[in-house]
């Protein structure tokens, strides 16, 4: 069993930025890792992905604005959002894959308001 806490998140105004944090309770160099978000009143939509040999991916709506990155010594992956806009407001998840293995984070509130 893993457990992800997700920390990072908070109030932010249009064009600031935030890191978000992904702490896992073991290693996560063996899993694929990926962070998520859901808006009210819409499902929950991919953001990006890091893989277990470190290849990164973004949905395009984030391409060029936000970043993921791990920390193995830490156990921590990270999405440093840039350029924050109304639209990304959300609760941000992160989930780990291993093999047939899902784990997920409670999620963590971005709110990008003035």
């Known amino acids: 069993q893993v457990q992800l806490v997700e920390s990072g998140g908070g109030l932010v105004q249009p064009g600031g930025s935030l890191r978000l944090s992904c702490a896992a309770s073991?290693?996560?160099?063996?899993?694929?890792v990926f962070w998520y978000r859901q808006a009210p009143g819409k499902e929950r939509e991919w953001v990006a992905t890091?893989?277990?040999?470190?290849?990164?991916n973004y949905a395009d709506s984030v391409k060029g604005r936000f970043t993921i990155s791990r920390d193995i010594a830490k156990n921590t992956v990270y999405l440093q959002m840039n350029s924050l806009n109304p639209e990304d407001t959300a609760v941000y998840y992160c989930?780990?894959?291993?093999?047939?293995?899902?784990?997920w984070g409670q999620g963590t509130q971005v709110s990008v308001s003035s």
């Open positions: 989930k780990a894959v291993r093999g047939y293995a899902t784990y």
């Open positions: 073991q290693s996560i160099s063996s899993f694929d």
């Open positions: 890091i893989t277990n040999d470190g290849r990164t």
